[in-house]
């Protein structure tokens, strides 16, 4: 009876044991598979350096960060104004920004170190797509009688804000004029904002802008003075072409802004999300996958982004694709 009594007791502790046992591991398990599958992604900050806010970059930054935080709510993408292209480079090679809205023509000068890079190169700017055409726009105030480029002498111009593409796309555009920002009577270097309250109040004569077709600031001048759209003419746009990299020619359509009635010569270059070698992989390529994958919240949040697809993504681009984004390049068989 004893001996019955030590072996019940005995399998009882065995059994137990046992069942701690298999308890211990179960929870280890679970723990393990739902720490694995629930533990949040870590949230990764970046910020995104645009342009003024009544441009195109400004409110379509806005729109890539929500798209991307929909696809990766991890990635948090903080978006700020700033000058535009060239402070937008500078940023990235501080490391000051992780992500920056840039023309194709000045991202192509940073890398190679020429113009106004020359003696500051930054190898390593990279590409994550290129995005849509960036239209030179000069205007003036009818009353002004200005008609042509060369009719800017001497008057009051809006010439791009200091950091902006815009001011380099202006020289040259002048310089093919044979003019200077000195022939002119005062050369404004303030932001599009600014540029577009001196124009209203008449402080100013013109405006030169290198932004998307339908930017806020220039809709919102045609809407409320009566401007003209200056064109460049055949041989300098052919000039433009020539000398340097990345001018496209291209024309307003008569409809382009109110009071525009015919179609108007100019010359435009490719707007560009660009970043640095600093930016992991992962997050490269997720930025990527997000811009192109989900579209639809990207298209509701800014009309650019239909301008856009990963067909085009490579189009006009002009500096190495950053590792990341090209992965996802290569998995859809896009070279
Ligand atoms: N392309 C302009 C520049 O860098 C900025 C345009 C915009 O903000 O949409 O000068």
């Given at each position: 009876m004893f001996k019955i009594k030590i072996f019940l007791i005995l399998t009882l502790a065995v059994f137990c044991i046992a069942c701690g046992d298999k308890k211990e591991q179960t929870q280890a398990t679970s723990t393990q598979t739902e720490g694995g599958a629930k533990e949040p992604p870590k949230t990764e900050f970046l910020s995104i350096t645009s342009g003024s806010i009544t441009g195109i970059y400004y409110p379509l930054s806005n729109a890539i960060s929500k798209s991307v935080a929909n696809v990766f709510p991890e990635l948090k993408i903080n978006v700020e104004s700033s000058g535009g292209s060239v402070a937008n480079i500078k940023l990235l090679q501080n490391g000051d920004t992780d992500l920056g809205m840039v023309q194709n023509d000045i991202a192509y000068y940073a890398h190679s170190g020429t113009n106004m890079f020359e003696g500051q190169q930054f190898q390593g700017v990279r590409g994550i797509t290129t995005l849509y055409s960036e239209i030179v726009h000069i205007i003036a105030r009818?009353?002004?009688?200005?008609?042509?480029?060369?009719?800017?002498?001497?008057k009051r111009v809006s010439v791009g804000a200091a950091g902006s593409g815009t001011s380099l796309n202006t020289e040259m555009i002048l310089g093919t004029y044979g003019m200077t920002f000195e022939d002119l009577g005062r050369a404004e270097r303030v932001s599009i904002t600014q540029a577009t309250d001196f124009f209203k109040d008449g402080k100013i004569d013109a405006i030169f802008y290198t932004a998307?077709?339908?930017?806020?600031a220039i809709t919102d001048i045609s809407l409320l003075t009566d401007l003209v759209l200056i064109p460049i003419d055949q041989i300098n746009v052919n000039y433009l072409i020539d000398s340097y990299n990345f001018y496209t020619a291209t024309e307003f359509t008569k409809d382009a802004y109110k009071g525009v009635n015919e179609p108007v010569k100019t010359v435009a270059v490719k707007a560009m999300l660009a970043t640095s070698t600093n930016m992991t992989n992962q997050t490269a390529y997720r930025i990527t996958k997000a811009l192109f994958e989900q579209t639809d919240e990207l298209h509701k949040g800014h009309a650019?982004?239909?301008?856009?697809t990963k067909e085009t993504a490579l189009q006009g681009m002009s500096v190495p694709v950053h590792e990341g984004a090209m992965k996802y390049y290569k998995e859809i068989g896009l070279k």
């Amino acid at each position: 009876m004893f001996k019955i009594k030590i072996f019940l007791i005995l399998t009882l502790a065995v059994f137990c044991i046992a069942c701690g046992d298999k308890k211990e591991q179960t929870q280890a398990t679970s723990t393990q598979t739902e720490g694995g599958a629930k533990e949040p992604p870590k949230t990764e900050f970046l910020s995104i350096t645009s342009g003024s806010i009544t441009g195109i970059y400004y409110p379509l930054s806005n729109a890539i960060s929500k798209s991307v935080a929909n696809v990766f709510p991890e990635l948090k993408i903080n978006v700020e104004s700033s000058g535009g292209s060239v402070a937008n480079i500078k940023l990235l090679q501080n490391g000051d920004t992780d992500l920056g809205m840039v023309q194709n023509d000045i991202a192509y000068y940073a890398h190679s170190g020429t113009n106004m890079f020359e003696g500051q190169q930054f190898q390593g700017v990279r590409g994550i797509t290129t995005l849509y055409s960036e239209i030179v726009h000069i205007i003036a105030r009818k009353s002004s009688g200005i008609k042509s480029v060369k009719d800017l002498k001497g008057k009051r111009v809006s010439v791009g804000a200091a950091g902006s593409g815009t001011s380099l796309n202006t020289e040259m555009i002048l310089g093919t004029y044979g003019m200077t920002f000195e022939d002119l009577g005062r050369a404004e270097r303030v932001s599009i904002t600014q540029a577009t309250d001196f124009f209203k109040d008449g402080k100013i004569d013109a405006i030169f802008y290198t932004a998307g077709l339908g930017n806020a600031a220039i809709t919102d001048i045609s809407l409320l003075t009566d401007l003209v759209l200056i064109p460049i003419d055949q041989i300098n746009v052919n000039y433009l072409i020539d000398s340097y990299n990345f001018y496209t020619a291209t024309e307003f359509t008569k409809d382009a802004y109110k009071g525009v009635n015919e179609p108007v010569k100019t010359v435009a270059v490719k707007a560009m999300l660009a970043t640095s070698t600093n930016m992991t992989n992962q997050t490269a390529y997720r930025i990527t996958k997000a811009l192109f994958e989900q579209t639809d919240e990207l298209h509701k949040g800014h009309a650019k982004a239909k301008e856009f697809t990963k067909e085009t993504a490579l189009q006009g681009m002009s500096v190495p694709v950053h590792e990341g984004a090209m992965k996802y390049y290569k998995e859809i068989g896009l070279k």
